[in-house]
């Protein structure tokens, strides 16, 4: 018996009336954003507070990242081709990874215009500002709700940054009611600071689990042990080899192993045994499921540096 390659499609979660849904959140979240950033500057200058000018660069970065999530994510749901036989999803990957990084680089900026004022305090309109700190939350806050159930690593970049907006916010909030009592104006540029350090961690973080996606990295919630422990308890298989998992777009996951099986296993059990494997794994979120079956006395075509 020569070797079979089989190849299971399990059902794709980017579905057609998802990928509607998706984009439509995205398209939501920008104007939301975009108009949110164009006020927050004018109030910026208006109440003359760093932390919200530094918010509106921060979101202004934000608004270009998510216009440009917004496109590649709409565009990661076209179909596969012959130029990406995967399909397009790892384009909303490309939208995190950017995303991210104009955050660090917005971030830097923040900080090197905040840090004057610990030394130079300035007063600040704390009226104005608990007016545009309530808005912010609510406009923001809007945002989140619309993106929560997304599960593309592009999505969960763009909510991880709006629910640091609506903290953000909720902060400036909290100085301005204490500006009202205590003129102490050195806790705005102190705030801005502190919500710019703590977007950068989180930025951080965030950049590293994409890079290592885009490296194809197994994702960090599957272990391959315990996949190939799964693989060799199914009837007739001997043992697995050459058990690879990495993701598409942080979401969708894609699982290649070979599997050898008792010599004498007839058509109809290798049918059973890819099934089985199906059931297995139904909880991976695997878009491809690829089975090599080989017989036991049969050598892997694949050399060991492949494993």
Sequence with gaps: MSNNHNHIHQSSSLSSGSNVSSTKNFRTVFILNFAFTLFEIAGGIFTNSIAIISDALHDLGDSISIG??????????????????????RFSLLGALINAVVLVVGSTFVLANAIPRIIHPQETNAKGMIIFAVVGVLVNGAAVIKLKNEDSMNAKVLMLHLLEDVLG???????AITLLFYPMYILDAILSIVITFYILFNVIMNLRKTISLFL???????????IDRKLISIDKVISSHHTHVWSLDGANHILTTHLIVNKSTTRDEIVKIKLKCKQLFEDLKLTHLTIEIELEDETCLMTDNHH
């Design 68 to 89: 440009l999530a917004w496109f590649l994510e709409k565009y990661s749901h076209k179909k596969r081709d012959n130029k990406y036989t995967y399909g397009y999803g």
């Design 169 to 175: 916010w909720i902060a400036i909030l909290a100085v």
């Design 216 to 226: 194809q990295a197994t994702p960090e919630h599957i272990n391959i042990e315990d």
